[in-house]
């Protein structure tokens, strides 16, 4: 495992170093689908709109379409070894793609449906995490087979919308479920609960600057900090908690900003590192149901998914928004993977 | 709630044939005459297939190319225009869809056309299973359609790589995972209960597909568990069926068929199979599908006999299921118990409340018998309107805010609407014995539409609000009684016409609205033969001991015209003459008709000396004539 361990970090540097010297350190990619305005009625068809599935900004900054046409991607996990290994979390379950993208794999079978999240451990890449609506599954070799992993997690209250790996130790994973978020530190050997929600705990996120450092969204618990590395939590006292949270994100490039998104509030923003908060939804469309938030960790640009409007960026952290396209829209997910610029970002790509 | 791209796949379906004359559709509703030997039957089965048929056929355009699917299949199910289908075929696959609406449609030509198609066109058929991802859908009769369907290409087209496939499994793999899935659900539908139980159209969603897997299965024990599956499902129908007519409870339902009890998918196989109903228009769209492989399927004569013949009353009562609770419950799948009361005029059907699914549940009502039920709103029942992104949230992986605005869209147009008449409640409780329902509602305060909506038909007659507080009246041949336990206003409502889009017409329907948190109704039905007279019904009824409070828990007591005297609490356990009643002792199913054991995956259908029993532990039939 140390080897591993120690031969993942090497790469990892490796690649952060050369793609600094060559551009942008990630890859965005959007996981989309498009709707047609007002409903569906018999005149919208057929429907003139983009394809679903996965839009990848390339070295233009223009979205390239990659993958199946497919509706319901909630996230692209990509082996830190490898950049032709993909997994995504779909309604079909998870699709694995050992060729950047061009073809698919439908990798868990008949009784997995509609996972939530996928995430890898970047010190044991084989170890793949799939959040399912009950309970998690866990691949260690490469996708091919996903037993459920589920020891300590409740026989309901499983429900699991968010699965992250804590990248300072490998087997420590967090899981944002119906009943509160869960702990391991083995691999999914055994799981306990660290801390208790009424409902669904939307979305984990481990800060880039502190490795003990995890913010959470919750349905009904507003939002959450730790700064153990998840052993503890605290609610975010300048976060509104009435309505549903739905995700957030740290700024890689500033270590006092957080943002999260919401249906109800829209984009909540931090720059004191979660002291006070701000209301930035001046210039997104009213209403600003924003369905999910990313912060482009290459130059802290804020992107906001407004529900079946469009994609909105900005260059000031929520201060000014402009229409970044993808109208008619509902993000899933902006994934932000760390770019290998000694190989294409992905096959299809130029 | 799934991707748009799979409900617009469905629509297409559903309007993909237009309206033209139909013999059965614009004609007179059938004779309600019992054909007496399995050969009638037969013939007369076979006619029926032979007229869908030949009215769709009739519809092409000479010389024009195919436009769907139903119009390829059909005419290959004829033997008709081979070269045309193929080029048909040619041009469809080039932009083939995804989902299960489309895969099923297109097994259904892939195998009917295996000699029939060129090899382009088949090529074309193979080619766009290579190349479009499949979405699965996240419903119980998703998968049946989806695994029924790869199941039977994976066997069409064996010993393939997995890079030929959309999957990106092998045809082995593909193969074992179909068969794995259609096994389990088989299994737990036939042990713990039906899921989608009594739907009024997604039993198209199942019949089509076990259909196809009972013709075109290569493993005989495939075919053979298609064929059981059918029975099974056909057994249902007949059993909860009045002259064809689907009434409540189920699982899943419409905004139209709701109300309109005749206009669903359901009575297109009711009139296939028994030819007791008049089909609905374009026979629903699905049942082409079913049409053109359809006489690969024989009808048990004692299915027929106990959709058409019932010489008594009776009383059937069946264990069903929940859909799956990802969240918001202790229970993977609650149990749901179902009554069925049927009479000669009328049939009185419930479970005890509670939502078996999130937007589509009826949990009751009485409906009444009609000699043509097109046009007809035979039916009375009452319900609390829910909107609530907790309840979708207990059945569908998804945030919470955008749901209720999705499932409009998504051919649930009513969902969010006050007076809606479609969905069950979790503040709904019901308990029904013989010909008397009792509906109690506990709405909790803050809840979104915090009332609840009673169904006046516009085919009632003699209308009476009595100052008793019984509201009285007659429908069709039907006595019925109707008392509101909190105040009311009786006002017209507009109904919606389509589930699609939500467009409503007013035709003199009226919404009994109780806009009360603690409630009840209770109705009773009676047939007219019972009585000199309505007013003589009216006297009995005003006669029977009634007693109630809404204040802390709704608690009713009354006694039934039956003689039984029923007390129901909300959150209690129901007391039938001063025993609780125990539904834990129910079976799968108990009546004169159907009959199976908790677990046993072991159905007996029993109609007089005729007696048939699936047994999927065994996976055999067994035929008998009773001595």
Redesign the interface.
């Known amino acids: 495992m140390s080897k591993i361990k120690i031969a993942g970090a090497l790469l990892l540097s490796w690649v952060v170093a050369l793609g600094a010297a060559v551009g942008p350190a990630h890859d965005l990619i959007l996981c989309v689908?498009f709707?047609?305005p007002g409903?569906?009625?018999?005149t919208a068809?057929p429907?003139p709109l983009p394809p679903?599935g996965f839009h990848q900004r390339g070295a233009d900054n223009r979205f390239t379409h990659f993958g199946?046409?497919?509706?319901?991607f909630n996230n692209l996990a990509r082996d830190p070894r490898d950049p032709r290994v993909l997994y995504a979390a779909s309604?079909?379950?998870v699709?694995?793609s050992t060729d950047g993208g061009e073809?698919?794999?439908?990798g868990t079978?008949?009784?997995m449906?509609?996972p939530?999240d996928v995430c890898i451990d970047p010190h044991a890449p084989d170890h793949i995490y799939l959040a399912l609506?009950?309970g998690i599954a866990v691949s260690n070799d490469r996708g091919l087979t996903w037993p459920r992993r589920e020891i300590g997690l409740p026989r309901?209250?499983k429900?699991m919308q968010a699965v992250k790996v804590d990248r300072a130790q490998a087997g420590r994973v967090l899981a944002g479920c119906?009943s509160g978020i869960y702990l391991t530190e083995n691999g999914a050997q055994s799981w306990r609960r660290v801390f208790s929600t009424q409902?669904?705990t939307?979305d984990l996120q481990q800060s880039p600057h502190d490795a003990q450092l995890w913010l959470a969204t919750t349905?009904s618990d507003g939002a959450l900090r730790s700064r153990d590395g998840g052993l503890t939590w605290e609610k975010i006292a300048g976060v509104p908690a009435a309505?549903?949270l739905?995700n957030i994100a740290f700024d890689a490039t500033n270590a006092r900003r957080y943002a999260v998104a919401s249906?109800?509030y829209g984009i909540l923003t931090t720059e004191d590192g979660g002291e006070t908060w701000s209301e930035r939804n001046a210039g997104l469309p009213a209403p600003h149901?924003v369905?999910r938030l990313g912060i482009d960790p290459d130059n802290g640009r804020l992107y906001a998914g407004v529900?079946e409007a469009a994609v909105y960026e900005s260059l000031d952290f929520g201060r000014t928004w402009r229409s970044a396209g993808f109208e008619h829209s509902?993000v899933y997910n902006f994934v932000f993977l760390p770019r290998f610029v000694n190989t294409p970002a992905l096959a299809h790509l130029p | 709630m799934i991707a748009r791209r799979l409900l617009i796949a469905s629509f297409a379906l559903g309007c993909a044939v237009v309206s033209s004359a139909q013999p059965a559709f614009v004609g007179p509703a059938p004779a309600r005459t019992i054909l007496p030997t399995p050969e009638l039957q037969r013939a007369a089965y076979l006619a029926r297939i032979d007229e869908i048929l030949a009215w769709r056929s009739s519809q092409a355009k000479p010389g024009e190319l195919f436009p769907e699917m139903t119009m390829i299949a059909t005419k290959l199910a004829l033997h008709q225009d081979a070269e045309l289908c193929s080029r048909s075929v040619i041009q469809l696959m080039k932009t083939p869809a995804s989902g299960p609406f489309w895969m099923f449609p297109t097994v259904n030509v892939a195998f009917l056309g295996r000699d029939q198609l060129s090899l382009e066109a088949r090529q074309a058929i193979r080619k766009a299973w290579s190349r479009e991802m499949q979405m699965r859908g996240d419903t119980e009769n998703h998968w049946a359609m989806y695994y029924t369907s790869l199941y039977l290409m994976a066997e069409l087209y064996p010993n393939e790589p997995g890079s030929s496939w959309y999957s990106g499994k092998s045809s082995a793999d593909n193969l074992a995972e179909a068969k794995e899935y259609l096994i389990d659900w088989m299994n737990l539908a036939t042990t713990v209960g039906q899921g989608e139980f009594n739907p009024t159209h997604y039993i198209g969603e199942y019949a089509i597909p076990m259909l196809y897997l009972a013709t075109w299965a290569k493993d005989p024990a495939m075919r053979l568990r298609g064929k059981m599956t059918l029975d099974w499902i056909f057994a249902d129908l007949a059993e909860n069926t009045l002259n064809g007519v689907l009434h409540g409870a189920n699982a899943r339902t419409d905004d139209v068929s709701v109300i309109e009890r005749g206009k669903a998918l359901a009575s297109f196989f009711s009139w296939v199979l028994f030819g007791n109903v008049p089909p609905i228009i374009s026979y629903g769209g699905w049942g082409l599908y079913f049409a053109t492989v359809a006489k690969n399927y024989e009808l048990p004569e004692v299915i027929y006999r106990i959709a058409v013949d019932r010489p008594s009353d009776y009383v059937q009562r069946d264990f069903k299921r929940t859909r799956r609770r990802w969240r918001n419950s202790d229970v993977l799948m609650a149990p749901i118990y179902k009554t069925n009361y049927t009479r000669r005029d009328y049939a009185v059907g419930s479970y005890q409340g509670g939502l078996a699914d999130p937007i589509q549940t009826h949990v009751w009502d009485v409906t009444w018998d009609v000699r043509d039920p097109r046009g007809v709103h035979n039916t009375m029942f009452s319900m609390h309107p829910v909107s609530s992104s907790y309840d979708l949230q207990t059945y569908f992986s998804e945030l919470p805010d955008q749901m209720a605005k999705e499932v409009t869209k998504e051919g649930k147009a009513s969902y969010d609407s006050p007076d809606k008449f479609l969905g069950g409640s979790r503040f709904e409780q019901v308990f029904q014995d013989l010909d008397t329902v009792i509906a109690l509602y506990d709405i909790p305060v803050g809840t979104r539409f915090p009332h609840i909506n009673g169904f006046f038909s516009k085919d009632l007659v003699q209308l009476t609000v009595d100052p008793s507080g019984w509201i009285f009246a007659q429908g069709g041949s039907c006595y019925l009684a109707y008392r509101p336990l909190a105040a009311y206003q009786l006002r017209p409502v507009a109904l919606i016409k389509s589930s699609m889009t939500g467009e409503r017409a007013s035709l003199g329907d009226q919404q009994l609205f109780s806009p009360h948190l603690k409630n009840g109704t209770i109705v009773q039905a009676a047939a007219v033969s019972e009585f000199k007279d309505f007013a003589a019904f009216q006297a009995a009824i005003r006669a029977l001991p009634l007693s109630f409070q809404l204040v802390t828990k709704p608690t009713v007591t009354f006694q039934t015209l039956r003689g039984k005297v029923v007390t129901c609490t909300f959150g209690a356990a129901p007391i039938v003459n001063g025993q609780p009643f125990d539904y834990t002792t129910w079976k799968l199913f108990e009546g004169p008709y159907l009959n199976a054991e908790k677990g046993s995956g072991r159905l007996t259908i029993t109609h007089g000396a005729l007696e048939r029993i699936l047994d999927f532990k065994t996976l055999s039939i067994t035929d008998r004539v009773k001595p």
Do not use: K
Not at chain 1, 68 to 72: C, Q
């Open positions: 689908t709707r047609v409903g569906l009625t018999a068809l429907l679903c199946p046409n497919y509706p319901r309604l079909n379950g699709l694995c073809s698919w794999r439908i079978s008949w009784d449906t509609e939530r609506p009950d309901r209250g429900y119906e409902a669904t939307t349905q309505a549903a739905y249906w109800t149901r369905f529900y509902v």
